[in-house]
Structure formats: structure tokens, C-alpha cells
């Protein structure tokens, strides 16, 4: 097992670019206090399975066997056949019961209300917090729009007498509040805001390819596994972004 940890290293396929926040969607984890730097508290976060079906939440009290309890859980129910290790074809069943739970009105596509309700029935929910978080957002966006504005009213010049563009920025989130990385959403393939069946199913794909390390076509507990060590990594990372 130790050797498949250290592998794991190769398979950080959840990459940081995956963060996405979804306005009434975004899933602020509960309890955390607006502060930064060294202060703030590590946050709870999702254990995801390798189709991206979110299966438990991992708090910081919580012991190290947490994430790789529950990866083993959900290996065992994928090996239908029960032959100690989960084939092409089991994987991709899995991949599309998830897909058909994601897609809660069946038009065929996974949207970003979809995953987020979905979430907040697992995640620590703080409603109050949400709202908040929200209100700051547009509030920040509308200081920003009114810059805007002002500058196309009055444009500062150079030297030479020429109206400097104005540097659009993105408002900033507060530090201290929490980012849900969703991998449901990274299959958007076309950047649509929406995730078709074509697009899962063909991440799916990837992801059996990516966790079969030794190329055998089947993945082991073991490489299940391996998936802790990279997620931890990526989630130790997104949270050091949000407190920039």
C-alpha cells in the first residue's frame, strides 16, 4: 500500500482549476470565522469517489484512515463481481448511476443547482453564512461596476494627455471562507456551464486510465486508495489560495 501512496503522487488529477464558486449554489462550510493567515482554522472537506460522487466528509479531527475507509467502502460496492478489484466495465457503471443521480431532471445534463443541492445535503450547511457570503460578493461587484463607470465618466490620463484603460479585477472573497472543489463540473468539456453524459462518461474514462497505474486494466484497493494522499495535496493547496 505504501508504494500505491507514493504512486499516487502521478494521479493528482483534481487540479486547482476545478474551483468554482455557483452564486446561490456555493457551498460555504460551516463555522468558519473571517479570518486569515496562520489563524484560520483548517476546514472540513469532502472524501470524493474517483467518479466524483461525493461519499463522506472529512473533518481535521478526524483520523488519517478516514478518506481511506470510506475509499474502500465504495470499492467494495463498485466490485460487483467480488473478485478483489473493479474492471472497465464496473467503473463506468458507476460512473453513469452517478451521472443519473446528478441529472435530478433527467434532461441529460448535470448543472452546476444539480451538484450543489446535492452537496448541501452532505456538506456542513450554514445558511446565514451562505447569504452573507453572497451579499458580499455582489456588493464588491457593484463597487466595482460603479469604478468602472466612474472611470469611463472621468479616465485618468498619462503623461502625453492619453486616457489610461481602466484595469478590470475580480472582486476577492473574504479570507477565511471556504471554496468547493466540484469534479462533476471539471467535465465540462466546452465550458457550457453544464456537463453532459457524453462529457462525464468520457471522464470517466480518463480517470479509469489515470488510477490504473500498473496498466493491468483493473484498478486494486490500493490504487483506490492512492487517491487520499493526491486529494489531501489539492485541498492543502486550494485552501492556501483562498487565504490570498
Not at 502521478?10 to 468554482?20: F, K, L, N, T
Request: aromatic share 6%; with cysteine; glycine share 4%.
Amino acid at each position: 500500500m505504501v508504494e500505491a501512496l507514493r504512486a499516487g503522487r502521478i494521479i493528482r488529477h483534481i487540479a486547482i482549476r476545478r474551483m468554482a464558486f455557483f452564486g446561490l449554489g456555493i457551498l460555504g462550510l460551516a463555522g468558519l470565522p473571517a479570518c486569515s493567515g496562520e489563524d484560520l482554522p483548517k476546514p472540513p472537506h469532502p472524501i470524493f469517489s474517483p467518479n466524483a460522487e461525493i461519499l463522506a466528509v472529512k473533518r481535521p479531527q478526524d483520523s488519517p484512515l478516514t478518506c481511506p475507509n470510506t475509499l474502500i467502502a465504495w470499492f467494495h460496492r463498485v466490485d460487483t463481481n467480488h473478485d478483489g478489484r473493479i474492471d472497465h466495465d464496473e467503473f463506468m457503471a458507476d460512473a453513469e448511476r452517478w451521472f443519473s443521480v446528478v441529472d435530478a431532471d433527467h434532461d441529460g445534463f448535470a448543472e452546476p443547482s444539480e451538484t450543489a443541492k446535492i452537496h448541501a445535503k452532505i456538506m456542513p450547511w450554514d445558511q446565514e453564512k451562505a447569504d452573507r457570503d453572497r451579499e458580499e460578493e455582489e456588493a464588491a461587484l457593484r463597487e466595482q461596476m460603479d469604478a468602472e463607470a466612474q472611470a469611463r465618466e472621468q479616465p485618468q490620463r498619462d503623461r502625453m494627455g492619453n486616457p489610461i484603460p481602466f484595469q478590470k479585477s475580480s472582486p476577492r472573497r473574504r479570507p477565511g471562507v471556504s471554496i468547493d472543489l466540484d469534479p462533476v463540473m471539471a467535465a465540462d468539456a466546452n465550458l457550457d456551464n453544464r456537463v453532459s453524459k457524453e462529457e462525464f462518461m468520457a471522464m470517466a474514462e480518463r480517470h479509469f486510465v489515470q488510477y490504473d497505474l500498473n496498466h493491468d486494466g483493473f484498478l486494486s484497493q490500493d490504487e483506490v486508495v492512492a487517491k487520499c494522499e493526491a486529494d489531501e495535496r489539492d485541498w492543502e493547496a486550494a485552501e492556501e489560495n483562498s487565504r490570498r
